[in-house]
Antibody, heavy 124, light 103 residues
């Protein structure tokens, strides 16, 4: 069965960095686009970033552009989110999510499997 | 940028009743719209994609309709496990959500 397991969250001071990981299993990871979506405490969902199945294309929300970097290692079935220059407003649960449409094509931005999330708290 | 507006913000209903949730886009999105369900402490779950296609394993009581700017998620007869928050989504944009709670 499809499993996505995030790790790497925690408490970090403003301006510092953190790297999240998402370990995937139960499907052919290398054929799917992958996303990060976050949710601030008590708030709604916010899409963060997407990476193509082969890592060839990456896109970001304006709120994180230039600070966050999405990447993947298909040999390790793992997705990453490098977060630099963190701000208080980045405090959220971060979910990795699989794009609905596999098959070595551009993502369709429907998220059919999600991890359980990892909490990032940015606070001094 | 597309803005998604959901109404109502809260819907108070009893089990067995029909729920009708609305999502309106600030510009036409054709049929490229999804619906998700989220329960407290859980990740969202994809219910509907392409406006009207049920995702794998989603019960038939959930249905989606609409195109262009106006979309509807209908739950034909609420089960106890359906009380949750529902979000519509179009590519990188999510609506603010509709909470369906028990009357």
């Amino acid at each position: 069965q499809v499993q996505l397991v995030e790790s790497g969250g925690g408490v970090v001071q403003p301006g510092r960095s953190l790297r999240l990981s998402c370990a995937a299993s139960g499907f052919t990871f290398s054929s799917y686009g992958m996303h990060w979506v976050r949710q601030a405490p008590g708030k709604g969902l916010e899409w963060v970033a997407v990476i193509w199945y082969d890592g060839s294309n990456k896109y970001y929300a304006d709120s994180v552009k230039g600070r966050f970097t999405i990447s993947r290692d298909n040999s390790k079935n793992t997705l990453y989110l490098q977060m630099n220059s963190l701000r208080a407003e980045d405090t959220a649960v971060y979910y990795c999510a699989r794009d609905h449409y596999g098959g070595f094509v551009a993502p369709d931005y429907y998220f059919d499997y999600w991890g359980q999330g990892t909490l990032v708290t940015v606070s001094s | 940028e597309i803005v998604l507006t959901q109404s109502p913000a809260t819907l108070s209903l009893s089990p067995g009743e029909r729920a009708t949730l609305s999502c309106r886009a600030s510009q036409s999105v054709s049929s490229y719209l999804a619906w998700y369900q989220q329960k407290p402490g859980q990740a969202p779950r994809l219910l509907i994609y392409d406006a009207s296609n049920r995702a794998t394993g989603i019960p038939a009581r959930f249905s989606g309709s609409g195109s262009g700017t106006d979309f509807t998620l209908t739950i034909s007869s609420l089960e106890p496990e359906d009380f949750a928050v529902y979000y519509c989504q179009q590519r990188s944009f999510f609506g603010p959500g509709t909470k369906v709670d028990i009357k």
